[in-house]
C-alpha cells in the first residue's frame, strides 16, 4: 500500500510538472497565431493588411499577465476547457480532439496490440527453435523491416499499393460518400481505408517486439529452473509457455504499457502520408499552425496517458515482482 | 477496366485487410470516389478547389477566415475584379459611380434572390456593410478604413468615404452580401458557422460530410442560363496522388512535372495554366546600409539573372518578374512604355560592379569589401519549409557569392519568419509585392508612408521601410483622381519610381496553378483568354463558372 502510494505521489507531481511544461513551450515559439495564420494566407499570394488587421482581431493575441493566463489555464484543464483553435475557428479545441480520437485509437491501438501479440509469439517460437530457420528467419526479417523508418515505408507503400497498383484507398479514414453508421458496409470501408497505415505500423513496428521477445526468452533458457523442468520431463510446450515465456515476457509488457500510452499520441508520419484524419495529423496541423489551444491540450492528452500508463506498469510489477516494492 | 474487374480486385483487397486485421471478415461495396466523378453524365463536376486536412469542418460564414473555399460560390460580391488584369464585371450591382472622390454609388441589380426565394435588396447590401462595421474581426476586405457611412436610397446604395477616397470604390465592391432577415437572427456572427448556407449564388450546399461535399445548382439563380455544371463534387482528401488517379475537372494544386502527371494520366483532355500572380521579391531593410543605399539596390539586381532563379524555384513554370511590380503579361495595358525592356532588369556583371563601386563597394580578389577593407556580407531570411522560394534564394546566393558577397541564408519557422518581415528584422528577406492588380493597392502597400513604421513596430505594408516623398506625394493624387487618364499618368510615374529606386528586387512571379479537364466542360480560362485567374477561392471562380460549357460530343 505504501508503494502504491508513494507511486501516487509521483505521479501527481509529474503530472503537474508536465502541465507547466505544456503551459510553457509553447509560448517560447516564436512569432504569434496570427503571424502563423498571416504566414498560411501567405502561401497562396500578398495578404493585403486589412485581411492582416481582420485575422488579428480574431485571433487576437494571449491578454493578461502571464501569471493569469497560467492561473486561466490550470482552471480550464481541470474542466478540460481547451477554447476554441485558431487554425479551426471557430471549432471547439475539445471537439476537435473528440473527432480525431477514435480514428487514432481505433487504427494505431488495435496495431499496436496485434503488432505486441503477434510478435511476441513469434519470438517465443523462434527462441524455443533456435538455431534453426524458424529463429533465423524471423530475427533477420524483424530487425531487417525495424530498421526501416517508418514513413519511407508508408511511402513506398501509398506509392505500390495505393498508386500503381490502386488496390487501395490512398487517404482518408472512409469513403468520400459513406456517412457513419453502424453497418457491416461501413465497417468493411473503414477497415479497408485503414489497411495501408496498418501494414505500415505492423510491419516496422514487429520486428521490435520479435527480437526483445526472443532474446530474453533465450536467456531465460539457460536459467536452471528451466533445465530442471525438461529433466523432470515436462511437455515441451508447457516448459516453453509456462515456465520460460511467462519469466520472459516482463521486459516486453513493460514496453507494451508504454506503446499503449502513447497511442493516443497517433502516429503522426504514417498518418500525414496517408491523410488519415487521426490525432497524429491534428498535432501537425496544430504545430505548423502555432495553434496554442490545439497544441496543448493534444501534448496534455499524450504526456497524461503516458504518465498513466507509466504508473499502472509499476504497479503491476510490484504485483509480479515482490523485491521492487522495498 | 469494367466494373466487376474492379470490384473483384476490391473484394481481394479487402480479404487481404481483414486477414492482416485478423478480425472477422465480411465483404463490403465499397465506393470509390473516383466513381463519382463526372465521367458519365457532364453535368457534375469533381473538384479540389479545398483542402480538407485531412477533413473538413462544416464552415460556411463568408466573413470567417477559416471559411470553406467554397463559400464565396454561394455569397457574391457586388463587383467581380480580375486581380490579374484589373478588369471588372458588375456582380449583385450592375455598376456603380463616383459622383465625387468621397462618394460611391452602388446600383443594385434587380431581380436577385436568395436561395431561399426572399429577393436580395439594397438593404440587404446596407446591412452588411454595417454588420462588418458592427464586428471589425469579420472585416476581411478592410472596408471600415474608408468607411464613414452606408445608405441606402431606392435600388442604389450610397457609400460615404472618410477622405476623398477614389480606389476604395474597388474595396467596396468586392465585400460579400448576406441576407439580412437570416443574419440579423444571429446571435455571434463572428463564431457563426452558417452551417446550412443561403446565398445569392449558382450554387447552394447539398450533402456534407466531413470527407466530401456536393454543392447543387441554385435553379433561381440570376443568371442560371450561364451555368452549366449542375453539381459540383469536393471531396476532402485531394492529395497530388489523389489528383493524378481520380480524374478531377478542376483542381488547384502544384504538381511537379506537370507534363507527365496530370497531362500525361489524360493527354487529350488535360490541360493547365500556371499565369503570372504577384511578384517574389527580395525585400531590403532601407532603415540600414548599405541597404538604404539605391546604388547598392542597383548592384544586386543587376547582378542576378531571373530568369535563372525563376527556373530553379518554380520548376520553368513562371518567368522572372518585371522590376515594375506590374504582373506581365496581364497588365501590359497599364505599363509605361518609356521604360527600357518592358522593367525587365537583365545581368550585366560589369555594370553591377560599376553600382557597387558608387555604393563604395570595390573588389579586391574574389571580394567586394568597403572602403575599410571589410568584405560585403548580406543576410537573406526566407520561411522555412516553403521549398520554391528557398531553391530561389540559394540561386540567387550562388550568383551573389559569384560576384564576391558573402551571402548567409536564414529560415525562421513560417510564423516567426512573418514576425520579422513585419516587424523590420532582416537585412534582406523574401516577400510577395502587389497582387491586386489595383495600382493604388499595390503601390501604396509597397511603398506608402501609410504603412511605414518604425523598426520593431509590427507594419501590414511597406515591409522594407521605404521612404520617398515623390512616391508618397503620387500616391495622394492618385487617391483622390477621379479622371482615369489622369489615374494612368501617375500609375506610369509609380513604375517609373519602382524601376528606378527599387524598394523591392522583383526576382520572379509567384504562380497560380490551376489544372483543368475538358473532359466534361470547356472554357477554362487560358493565356489566350484570361478572363479569370484559376484560383479556387473568393469570387473570381463565379467568372469561371458562369462561363463554361458543356464539352461537344
Known sequence: MRYALRKLGLLVLTLWAAVTLNFVIPRLMPGSPADAAIAKLAQNGPVTPSVQAAIEAQLGVPGGSIWDQYVTYLNNVIHLDFGVSYTFFPQQVSELVAGALPWTLIMVGAVTVIAFVLGTLIGIGAAWKRGTWMDSLPTVAGSFLSAFPYFWTALLIVFFLGYVLGWFPTSGAYSATAVPNLSWEFLGDVLYHAALPAITILITSLGGWILGMRNTMINTLGDDYVTFAEANGLRGRTVAIRYAARNAILPNLTGFGMALGGVVGGSLLVEQVFAYPGVGYLLFNAVTNQDFPLMQALFLMITVSVLLANFLVEILYGVLDPRTRR | ?553
Not at chain 2, 51 to 69: C, M
Not at chain 2, 232 to 241: F, G
Not at chain 2, 322 to 346: K, R, W
Open chain 2, 1 to 553: 477496366m469494367t466494373r466487376t474487374a474492379r470490384s473483384g480486385r476490391r473484394l481481394a483487397a479487402i480479404a487481404a485487410t481483414v486477414a492482416v486485421l485478423a478480425t472477422a471478415a465480411c465483404s463490403a461495396p465499397v465506393q470509390n470516389k473516383g466513381d463519382d466523378s463526372a465521367a458519365g453524365g457532364a453535368t457534375s463536376m469533381l473538384i479540389a478547389a479545398d483542402n480538407g486536412s485531412p477533413t473538413f469542418d462544416r464552415n460556411f460564414n463568408p466573413y470567417s477566415s477559416g471559411k470553406r473555399n467554397t463559400t464565396t460560390y454561394m455569397y457574391e460580391p457586388l463587383v467581380i475584379i480580375n486581380e490579374m488584369s484589373g478588369e471588372e464585371t458588375p456582380w449583385l450591382a450592375t455598376g456603380y459611380e463616383q459622383p465625387d472622390a468621397k462618394t460611391v454609388v452602388f446600383t443594385i441589380r434587380d431581380g436577385v434572390k436568395w436561395s431561399d426565394g426572399e429577393p436580395l435588396t439594397a438593404e440587404d447590401v446596407k446591412y452588411s456593410f454595417d454588420l462588418v462595421k458592427k464586428h471589425p474581426e469579420m472585416d476581411l476586405k478592410g472596408a471600415w478604413s474608408h468607411l464613414k457611412s452606408v445608405e441606402v436610397d431606392g435600388k442604389t446604395v450610397v457609400a460615404h468615404l472618410q477622405d476623398e477616397d477614389v480606389p476604395a470604390a474597388k474595396i467596396l465592391a468586392q465585400q460579400l452580401i448576406v441576407p439580412e432577415h437570416i443574419w440579423s437572427e444571429v446571435k455571434d456572427p463572428v463564431t457563426f458557422t452558417n452551417e446550412e448556407p443561403v446565398g445569392s449564388g449558382p450554387y447552394t450546399l447539398d450533402e456534407f460530410t466531413p470527407n466530401q461535399y456536393t454543392l447543387t445548382k441554385n435553379e433561381t439563380y440570376w443568371q442560371a442560363d450561364k451555368v452549366a455544371v449542375e453539381e459540383l463534387v469536393q471531396p476532402a482528401a485531394n492529395s497530388e496522388l489523389d489528383i493524378v488517379n481520380n480524374g478531377y475537372d478542376w483542381a488547384y494544386a502544384f504538381m511537379s512535372d506537370v507534363d507527365d502527371t496530370w497531362v500525361k494520366a489524360d493527354p487529350e483532355n488535360n490541360t493547365y495554366w500556371f499565369p503570372a500572380g504577384a511578384a517574389i521579391s527580395l525585400i531590403p531593410n532601407m532603415t540600414k546600409a548599405p541597404y538604404d543605399n539605391v546604388d547598392f539596390r542597383e548592384g544586386i539586381a543587376l547582378a542576378l539573372d531571373k530568369q535563372v532563379i525563376a527556373d530553379k524555384a518554380e520548376q520553368g513554370y513562371v518567368d522572372r518578374a518585371s522590376q515594375t511590380g506590374l504582373m506581365l503579361p496581364n497588365q501590359e495595358a497599364i505599363l509605361d512604355t518609356s521604360i527600357p525592356n518592358q522593367g525587365y532588369v537583365d545581368q550585366d556583371t560589369d555594370a553591377a560592379l560599376a553600382s557597387f563601386e558608387k555604393a563604395g563597394y570595390t573588389k579586391k580578389g574574389e571580394k567586394l569589401v568597403d572602403s575599410s577593407g571589410k568584405p560585403l556580407k548580406i543576410t537573406i531570411t526566407t520561411p522555412n519549409g516553403w521549398s520554391d522560394w528557398l531553391q530561389g534564394v540559394e540561386q540567387v546566393k550562388s550568383q551573389l557569392t559569384a560576384i564576391g558577397i558573402d551571402v548567409t541564408v536564414v529560415q525562421p519557422q513560417a510564423a516567426a519568419y512573418q514576425k520579422e518581415l513585419r516587424t523590420g528584422d532582416f537585412d534582406m528577406i523574401m516577400g510577395t509585392v502587389g497582387g491586386t492588380g489595383q495600382p493604388f493597392q499595390d503601390y501604396n502597400g509597397l511603398m506608402g508612408s501609410e504603412f511605414r513604421l518604425d523598426i520593431g513596430k509590427t507594419a501590414s505594408g511597406n515591409f522594407g521601410r521605404f521612404e520617398s516623398a515623390e512616391a508618397d506625394d503620387l500616391l495622394a493624387e492618385l487617391k483622390v483622381t477621379t479622371d482615369e487618364a489622369k489615374q494612368l499618368e501617375i500609375t506610369h510615374q509609380l513604375e517609373q519610381i519602382t524601376y528606378e529606386q527599387l524598394p523591392m528586387i522583383a526576382l520572379f512571379y509567384g504562380g497560380s496553378w490551376g489544372l483543368f479537364s475538358n473532359k466534361n466542360f470547356t472554357g477554362w480560362p487560358s493565356a489566350d483568354d484570361p478572363y479569370a485567374s484559376p484560383k479556387t477561392w473568393d469570387s473570381t471562380p463565379l467568372l469561371i463558372l458562369t462561363h463554361l460549357k458543356p464539352a461537344q460530343g
